[in-house]
């Protein structure tokens, strides 16, 4: 009977330290795992790393490109009324050549666009034959968007979001470039809000000069919003939409009065509002410039003809000295392409503007 039970002891005694190095075994196990599960953690600063990194790049390309030049002190191609043209839809009368989308790969910083209310119509969707079956919503017209199928409005309808988003998509793909927006403005407030809310990145990239202080400090460096990634500037001949970020264009910019004429032979440089002089001074504070330079009536034939010679020797004669001295921002003109065969373009105009010092 002792026998027995000094054997059963020893039993026992083994299997507890056969428990207990299972016990070990489980702990190790645990914990040669831990490392493994912490190893996304460990990538961190690795990422954190490569995102400075970019940061620095992207940075060193603007000032590079723009060095200390602020942005009234820079120049930029626009387009006047961008979304007429023979590509986005079916406009009989056109401004420009090509899509909003090709007019910024070509080089176009600025672009015009016309925002009116079109209300759905059973009307026009049944004498369509179904081709005319659009939503209520704020789409892109020149005049009633009912009126004159080509002419003051085209098919497929264009909406303003969708036009938007094409310029936030740019900028998505383009992180060294600005655009500007300028609105001919027939929405209510809350219409334009509720279409640009649609626009996805929109917030991210739109720039507002309240939160950057520009009244009381002036206008931001270009590389400056470059590395900051707010490079959407928007604005509206409407003044009731600042709080959507959407700048007054009144309250920010001088103008010269849009026309050349009929002929194109009107090339003095006055302004677009009698109470705004172009040379207006502001402490502290400079507007900026846009400067309109083609016909009441667009042709191939009359761009041409205007956007050479013409433009570069009207800013260089009427527009610096009505402007005391300064260059324009934005020189918006019709078919930003064509040219007077002089050697001088809207491109190349806009460049050398830019290297000035």
């Keep these: 009977m002792p026998i027995d039970m000094n054997m059963r002891l020893r039993v026992r005694s083994r299997a507890l330290v056969c428990l207990l190095v299972l016990a070990l075994l489980g702990t190790v196990t645990t914990a040669a795992a831990s490392p493994r599960a912490a190893a996304p953690a460990a990538a961190s600063p690795r990422g954190a790393t490569a995102a400075s990194t970019a940061t620095a790049a992207s940075t060193a390309a603007a000032a590079a490109r723009w060095g200390d030049r602020r942005l009234d002190e820079a120049a930029f191609l626009t387009t006047h009324n961008a979304f007429t043209n023979y590509e986005d839809s079916r406009w009989s009368s056109v401004n420009q050549s090509e899509s909003v989308r090709a007019q910024l790969d070509n080089g176009v910083r600025g672009l015009s666009l ?23 919503d704020v789409y892109l017209c020149h005049g009633d968007c009912k009126t ?10 264009q909406t303003f979001h969708g036009t938007m988003q094409t310029v936030v998509d740019f900028l998505a793909a383009h992180p060294q470039e600005i ?5 001919e403005d027939y929405v209510g407030a809350d219409q334009l809000q509720s279409s640009l809310s649609r626009v996805n990145g929109l917030q991210n990239m739109l720039f507002r000069p309240d939160q950057w202080g520009v009244r009381e400090h002036g206008w931001p460096k270009v590389a400056d919003l470059v590395t900051s990634g707010k490079r959407l500037l928007v604005f509206s001949d409407r003044s009731d939409r600042e709080h959507l970020g959407v700048m007054y264009d009144k309250s920010w910019t001088v103008s010269n009065f849009w026309s050349l004429g009929d002929l194109g032979n009107d090339l003095s440089c006055v302004s677009r509002w009698s109470d705004v002089p172009l040379d207006r001074q502001e402490p502290g504070f400079r507007r900026l410039f846009t400067m309109s330079h083609h016909r009441n009536v667009p042709t191939v034939l009359t761009a041409a003809l205007d956007n050479g010679a013409k433009l570069r020797n009207r800013i260089a004669g009427q527009c610096r000295s009505a402007t005391g001295g300064r260059d324009p921002n934005f020189v918006s003109v019709d078919f930003h392409r064509l040219s007077d065969g002089s050697g001088h373009t809207p491109a190349s105009i806009v460049a050398e503007l830019n290297a000035r010092p």
């Design 114 to 136: 016309d925002t009116h209310w079109y209300e759905r119509s059973t009307w026009l969707c049944v004498i369509s034959f179904g081709s005319d079956c659009y939503p209520s």
């Design 148 to 157: 004159f199928a080509g002419a003051t409005y085209a098919l497929p309808r």
């Design 179 to 183: 655009v500007t927006v300028f609105l």
